[in-house]
């Protein structure tokens, strides 16, 4: 396994429409253990490919806390098919805009349909936390990031605070 560079906002990777999965095989397996191990290492709860910079429609995720087992989610080619009426308000973060967090409303309900590492298809019936989190990866497949979700004025001055941070760092990739 191993550890994969972050894609930080502002860079614009982060606003490609990711591309369906078509090869279900070693070599994707491993991605998904890389993007994983990733994910441990940053700490986060999710993570889509094109966070790493593969514009693959393809996530992960595990909501386990830290005293728990490991509970590794992958979904490849998600789509959700259904949203439940009643709202929820989490407040999320993002591993591509580092430490900060705002209140975002979703919907409190989802079903998705995805595919395993095996290619078979599957359908989950989500609530709570793993609802807002396939939102918000499924999200990032689609060029969307969860600041989208606030005001514009939050929106552009959290843009302009990772542009200075890009500028000062000299990129746009982080390594965890």
């Given amino acids: 396994?191993?550890?994969?560079?972050?894609?930080?906002?502002?860079?614009?990777?982060?606003?490609?429409?990711?591309?369906?999965?078509?090869?279900?095989?070693?070599?994707?397996?491993?991605?998904?253990?890389?993007?994983?191990?990733?994910?441990?290492k940053a700490p986060g709860i999710g993570l889509a490919a094109i966070q790493v910079g593969e514009p693959l429609r393809m996530l992960v995720i595990d909501l386990a806390k830290k005293d728990e087992p490991r509970e590794p989610h992958v979904f490849i080619n998600p789509e959700i098919r259904a949203f439940g009426d009643a709202p929820s308000v989490y407040e999320e973060g993002c591993l591509s805009i580092p430490d900060y967090y705002a209140d975002v409303e979703?919907?409190?309900?989802?079903?998705?349909?995805?595919?395993?590492?095996?290619?078979?298809?599957?359908?989950?019936?989500?609530?709570?936390?793993m609802a807002t989190c396939l939102q918000h990866e499924i999200d990032h497949l689609n060029g969307v990031l969860f600041v989208d979700h606030i005001s514009r004025l939050k929106r552009e001055m959290v843009v302009r605070k990772f542009k200075k941070l890009a500028k000062e760092r000299g990129g746009t990739r982080i390594t965890v």
């Fill in 1 to 40: 396994m191993a550890l994969l560079d972050l894609v930080v906002l502002p860079d614009p990777v982060l606003r490609t429409v990711s591309k369906p999965v078509e090869r279900f095989d070693a070599q994707l397996a491993r991605f998904a253990d890389d993007m994983f191990e990733t994910m441990y």
């Fill in 106 to 129: 979703r919907p409190a309900n989802v079903t998705v349909t995805y595919r395993d590492l095996s290619g078979a298809e599957k359908t989950i019936e989500a609530d709570g936390l």
